[in-house]
């Protein structure tokens, strides 16, 4: 997105403006639409799976997601939102449409699997949190996608295909799902 978003918002400030605009309105939608068989399957999952089960394949996906995150292995789908639509939509539209494919989570290449673990999280142990967490997500990624396209250092890293940058969010957030995972494994060992 940065690598769309920047270079516009350097050609044509009102056009990057619309774009970003788009982009979170169509995260926003999707972020509800997605909050509904979310939300739905949890409260099933809820019913079904007593809360001590759940919280323990909570843990277990969070050291999965962690390790595949440390081993640079992130789970996703090989797909970008297509890139054809630069050249076709007004700015705002592509915004729309590019928002709505991201914020559906599973139609797009990831960096980090702390989407993954955040949904799972929601579905798990709090389902009615459904439609904040994903629209906070949504909203989230538009805006660091606004601010990582405002810094030179986005344009350096589309031009260079920089992966370094990759690899090390990847750490951080491997990381931080194993020691979240080490965290949940103690409530669930306490009586």
């Not at 309105?25 to 949890?42: C, E, N, Q, R, T």
């Not at 904040?132 to 601010?147: E, F, Y």
């Not at 931080?176 to 494994?185: G, H, R, Y």
Request: proline share 5%; no cysteine.
């Amino acid at each position: 997105m940065a690598g769309v978003a920047s270079p516009m918002l350097r050609r044509n400030v009102s056009e990057g403006l619309r774009f970003l605009a788009g982009l979170a309105v169509g995260g926003l939608v999707a972020g509800m639409v997605l909050a509904v068989p979310v939300h739905l399957i949890g409260s099933a999952v809820g019913e079904l799976v007593p809360e001590r089960w759940r919280v323990v394949t909570l843990v277990a996906l969070a050291v999965l997601f962690g390790v595949l995150d440390l081993l640079d292995r992130t789970p996703h789908i090989w797909r970008q939102v297509p890139q054809r639509l630069v050249r076709t939509l007004p700015a705002g539209t592509l915004g729309v449409v590019w928002g709505i494919d991201l914020g559906l989570l599973f139609t797009t290449q990831k960096t980090t699997s702390l989407i993954w673990l955040a949904t799972a999280g929601v579905v798990l142990v709090a389902p009615g949190s459904a439609p904040l967490v994903l629209v906070v997500t949504a909203l989230t990624v538009t805006l660091l996608v606004t601010l990582w396209s405002l810094t030179r250092k986005a344009a350096e890293i589309e031009e260079r295909g920089d992966r370094v940058w990759v690899s090390r969010v990847r750490r951080v957030s491997g990381a931080a799902m194993l020691l979240l995972a080490a965290a949940l494994a103690v409530t669930v060992a306490s009586p």
